[in-house]
C-alpha cells in the first residue's frame, strides 16, 4: 500500500474513532444537560420578563446565548472529524487512482490529513477561547482541506488508466 | 462492460453471488439510501414545514404571554415548543440515520474481500447489519407516537429502546468488520486478492470520482464562506432577537415584539438553508465517491452509464444550490431544489436497476453453467 493511502486509509479511521469516541463521551455527560440547561433557561427569560423580572430574564437569555455557542461548536466539532474521517478513509481507497506522481500525492494526503485534525480541532478551541488564535488554526485548518479537495478532483479527473 | 481489474470472472461472480454478503450490502445499501432519502422528501412537506409554522405560533404565544404579563402561558408555549421540537428531531434522525446506514453498507462492502472471515460469517454480519440499519430508524420514527406506553423504565420508552438496540446491532457489525480486516491484514496472505471495484477507470466512475470530490469541495467552500460571513452575526443576531422580543413586550410594545418573533423565523430560516446547502452538497459528494466504486455492477450501456453519473451529479449540485435560493425565490425555488433531489432518486433507482440486472446475468450464468 502507497504512503498517500496508508495517510488516508488509516489517519481517517483513527480521526472517526476518535470523533465516535469524543461524541459518545459529550453526548452521555454533557449533551443532554446542556439541551435541557438551553430549554429551560429559554422558557425562564420569558417567564421572568412576563412577570416584569427583566434583570433576570436578560441573564436567562444571555445564559442561553453561551450555552448555545458552546453547543454548536461542540457538535460542530465531532461531526466534522468523524465526517472527514469517513471522507478520508473513502478517498484513500481510490487515491491511487489520482493521476500524479506519488511524492505530490502524499503532499494531497498529508494535506487532508493536518487539515481534517486541525480545522474542527480550532472549532473547539473557540469554546475555551474567544480569541484569535482557534479562529485561525479553523482557518489554516479549512484551507490545507480546500487545497487537498482540489488537488485531489483535479487528480482524479487526469486519471485516465 | 467489461471489468478491467485482476480479478478473473469467477472470482467476480464468487464475490457477488447470490446472497453473497456484498450483494446484501450493496443492494441494502442503495435501498437504504433511497428510503432515506424519499422518507426525507416526505417528511419535509408534510411534517417539518408545518412543525416549523406551529413552532413559530408557540414562539408568538410565549411573546403575548409576556406582553399580557401571564408567565404560565409563557411556560405552556416553551413545553410546545418542546414537544414540536422532538418531533421535528426525531423525524430528521430517522431519515438521515438510513442515509448514512446506506453509506456505511457501500463502504463495508468495498471491505469484503480483505475480510478474514468465511462467507457464511461475512453473510450474517450483513443479514444483522441491515437489520439494525433498518430498526433504528423505525424506532426512532416511532419514538414521538410511542412515547412512555407500556414502558418499565422513567424517561425511556419502547420506541427508543428498539432504536438503540438497532444501533447497538450495527455498532457490533462494524467493530467485528473492523477486525476481520484487522485479522486479514496481520496475516498478510501471499497472495493478495486483486478487487474489481478498485480498478474501473470508466468514464462514469471518473466522472463520479471526480464530480462527488468536487461537490465536497463545493460544500466546504460555502461552510467555509458560511462560517467566516456569518456565524457570528447570526449567533449575536440571534440573541439580540430573543431579548428584543421579552423587553418590547414587556414594555407594551407589541409591534414591535411581534416584529422581533417575525425577524426571528427569518433568522431561523436563513441559518436551516445554509446548513442543509452545505450538509447536502457534501452528502451527495460522498455518495457519488461511493457509487462510482460500484460502477463495474451497474449492467447498463456505457452510454445509459454515463448518463446516470451526470444526472446524479446534476441533481447533487442542483438541490443545494436552489435551497440556498428558497428564501429570495421561496416556494419555486423549493420545487427547483426538489426536483434536483427527484433527479438524484431517479439516478440511484437507475443505478440499483443495473445492479440487479448484474445479479439476474451473474445467476443465470451460473445456473447454465
Given at each position: 500500500?502507497t504512503?498517500?493511502r496508508?495517510l488516508?486509509?488509516f489517519?481517517?479511521l483513527?480521526?472517526?474513532?476518535?470523533?465516535?469516541?469524543?461524541g459518545?463521551?459529550?453526548?452521555v455527560?454533557?449533551?443532554?444537560?446542556t439541551?435541557?440547561?438551553?430549554?429551560?433557561?429559554?422558557?425562564t427569560?420569558?417567564?421572568?420578563?412576563a412577570?416584569n423580572?427583566m434583570?433576570?430574564?436578560?441573564a436567562?437569555?444571555?445564559?442561553v446565548?453561551?450555552?448555545s455557542?458552546?453547543?454548536?461548536?461542540?457538535?460542530d466539532?465531532?461531526?466534522?472529524?468523524?465526517?472527514l474521517?469517513l471522507?478520508?478513509?473513502?478517498?484513500g481507497?481510490?487515491?491511487?487512482?489520482v493521476?500524479?506522481?506519488?511524492?505530490?500525492r502524499?503532499y494531497?494526503?498529508?494535506a487532508?490529513?493536518?487539515?481534517?485534525i486541525?480545522?474542527?480541532f480550532?472549532?473547539?478551541l473557540?469554546?475555551?477561547n474567544r480569541?484569535?488564535?482557534p479562529?485561525?488554526i479553523?482557518?489554516?485548518?479549512?484551507v490545507?482541506?480546500?487545497l487537498g479537495?482540489?488537488?485531489?478532483a483535479?487528480?482524479f479527473a487526469?486519471s485516465?488508466? | 462492460?467489461?471489468i478491467?481489474?485482476g480479478a478473473?470472472?469467477?472470482?467476480?461472480?464468487?464475490r457477488?453471488a447470490?446472497f453473497?454478503?456484498r450483494?446484501?450490502?450493496?443492494?441494502?445499501?442503495?435501498?437504504?439510501?433511497l428510503?432515506?432519502?424519499?422518507?426525507?422528501?416526505i417528511?419535509?412537506?408534510?411534517?417539518?414545514?408545518?412543525n416549523?409554522?406551529?413552532?413559530?405560533?408557540?414562539?408568538?404565544?410565549a411573546t403575548?404571554?409576556?406582553?399580557?404579563?401571564?408567565?404560565?402561558?409563557?411556560?405552556?408555549a416553551f413545553?410546545?415548543i418542546g414537544g414540536?421540537?422532538?418531533?421535528?428531531?426525531t423525524?430528521?434522525?430517522?431519515?438521515?440515520?438510513?442515509?448514512g446506514?446506506?453509506?456505511?453498507?457501500?463502504?463495508?462492502?468495498?471491505?469484503?474481500?480483505?475480510?478474514a472471515f468465511a462467507?457464511?460469517?461475512k453473510?450474517?454480519l450483513a443479514?444483522?447489519?441491515?437489520?439494525g440499519a433498518?430498526l433504528?430508524?423505525?424506532?426512532?420514527f416511532?419514538?414521538?407516537?410511542?412515547?412512555l406506553?407500556?414502558?418499565?423504565?422513567?424517561?425511556?420508552?419502547w420506541?427508543?429502546?428498539?432504536a438503540?438496540f438497532?444501533?447497538?446491532l450495527?455498532?457490533?457489525?462494524?467493530?467485528?468488520?473492523?477486525a476481520g480486516?484487522a485479522?486479514?491484514?496481520r496475516?498478510?496472505?501471499?497472495?493478495r486478492?486483486?478487487?474489481?471495484?478498485?480498478?474501473d477507470?470508466?468514464?462514469?466512475a471518473?466522472a463520479?470520482?471526480s464530480?462527488?470530490?468536487l461537490?465536497?469541495?463545493i460544500?466546504?467552500?460555502?461552510?467555509?464562506?458560511?462560517?467566516g460571513?456569518h456565524l457570528f452575526?447570526?449567533?449575536?443576531?440571534?440573541s439580540?432577537?430573543l431579548s428584543a422580543?421579552?423587553?418590547?413586550?414587556?414594555?407594551g410594545?407589541?409591534?414591535?415584539?411581534?416584529?422581533?418573533?417575525?425577524?426571528?423565523?427569518q433568522?431561523q430560516?436563513?441559518?436551516?438553508?445554509n446548513?442543509?446547502?452545505?450538509?447536502?452538497?457534501?452528502e451527495?459528494?460522498?455518495?457519488a465517491?461511493?457509487?462510482?466504486?460500484?460502477?463495474p455492477y451497474?449492467?447498463?450501456?456505457?452510454?445509459w452509464?454515463?448518463?446516470?453519473?451526470?444526472?446524479?451529479?446534476a441533481g447533487?449540485?442542483?438541490?443545494?444550490?436552489?435551497?440556498?435560493l428558497e428564501?429570495q425565490w421561496?416556494l419555486?425555488a423549493?420545487g427547483?431544489a426538489?426536483?434536483?433531489?427527484?433527479?438524484?432518486i431517479?439516478?440511484?433507482?437507475?443505478?440499483?436497476?443495473?445492479?440487479?440486472?448484474?445479479?439476474?446475468?451473474?445467476?443465470?450464468a451460473?445456473g447454465g453453467?
Open positions: 500500500m504512503t498517500s496508508k488516508l486509509i489517519g481517517g483513527l480521526l472517526a474513532v476518535w470523533g465516535m469516541g469524543y459518545i463521551w459529550y453526548a455527560f454533557i449533551e443532554h444537560q439541551l435541557d440547561g438551553l430549554g429551560s433557561a429559554l422558557a427569560g420569558f417567564m421572568r420578563a412577570e423580572r434583570a433576570e430574564s436578560q436567562a437569555l444571555a445564559d446565548a453561551a450555552r455557542f458552546v453547543y454548536v461548536r461542540q457538535v466539532a465531532h461531526g466534522h472529524w468523524i465526517g474521517g471522507l478520508l478513509l473513502i478517498l481507497i481510490a487515491f491511487d487512482r493521476g500524479f506522481a506519488e511524492r505530490v502524499t494531497i494526503a498529508m487532508l490529513l493536518a487539515g481534517a486541525a480545522f474542527p480550532g472549532v473547539l473557540e469554546t475555551w480569541g484569535g488564535v479562529q485561525a479553523a482557518v489554516i485548518g479549512s490545507l482541506l480546500i479537495l482540489s488537488g485531489t483535479w487528480g487526469r485516465d488508466s | 462492460m467489461s478491467r481489474a478473473s470472472a469467477a472470482q467476480t461472480a464468487e457477488f447470490p453473497s454478503a450483494r446484501i450490502f450493496v443492494i441494502g445499501g442503495i435501498a437504504l439510501i428510503c432515506g432519502m424519499i422518507a426525507g422528501d417528511f419535509a412537506a408534510f411534517i417539518l414545514h408545518p416549523a409554522n406551529r413552532i413559530g405560533e408557540n414562539l408568538l404565544n403575548r404571554a409576556v406582553a399580557s404579563h401571564n408567565p404560565q402561558a409563557a411556560g405552556a413545553q410546545n414540536l421540537l422532538e418531533n421535528r428531531g423525524k430528521v434522525d430517522a431519515h438521515s440515520h438510513m442515509i446506514f446506506g453509506y456505511i453498507a457501500l463502504l463495508v462492502a468495498l471491505l469484503q474481500p480483505y475480510l462467507e457464511s460469517v453473510k450474517f443479514k444483522l447489519f441491515v437489520f433498518i433504528l430508524p423505525v424506532g426512532v416511532l419514538i414521538h407516537y410511542v412515547g406506553a407500556g414502558s418499565p423504565f422513567a424517561a425511556i420508552g420506541a427508543s429502546v428498539f438503540d438497532g444501533g447497538f450495527v455498532w457490533v457489525v462494524c467493530l467485528c468488520e473492523l480486516m485479522t486479514y491484514f496475516a498478510r496472505p501471499a497472495i486478492v486483486s478487487d474489481e471495484l478498485l480498478g477507470y470508466s468514464w462514469a471518473r463520479l470520482l464530480g462527488g470530490t461537490l465536497v469541495l460544500g466546504f467552500l460555502h461552510g467555509s464562506y458560511y462560517a460571513a452575526r447570526y449567533e449575536a443576531e440571534d439580540e432577537l422580543m421579552t423587553t418590547r413586550a414587556a414594555a410594545d407589541r409591534a414591535a415584539a411581534l416584529q422581533a418573533v417575525a425577524d426571528y423565523g433568522l430560516g436563513a441559518k436551516a438553508v446548513v442543509a446547502a452545505h450538509a447536502h452538497v457534501i451527495f459528494g460522498v455518495l465517491i461511493l457509487l462510482a466504486f460500484f460502477q451497474v449492467f447498463l450501456s456505457e452510454r452509464r454515463r448518463t446516470w453519473a451526470v444526472v446524479l451529479l447533487s449540485l442542483t438541490l443545494p444550490v436552489f435551497v440556498l428564501l421561496g419555486l423549493g427547483l426538489d426536483a434536483g433531489g427527484l433527479l438524484v431517479i439516478a440511484l433507482s437507475a443505478m440499483l436497476v443495473g445492479i440487479w440486472r448484474y445479479t439476474g446475468k451473474l445467476d443465470s451460473a453453467s
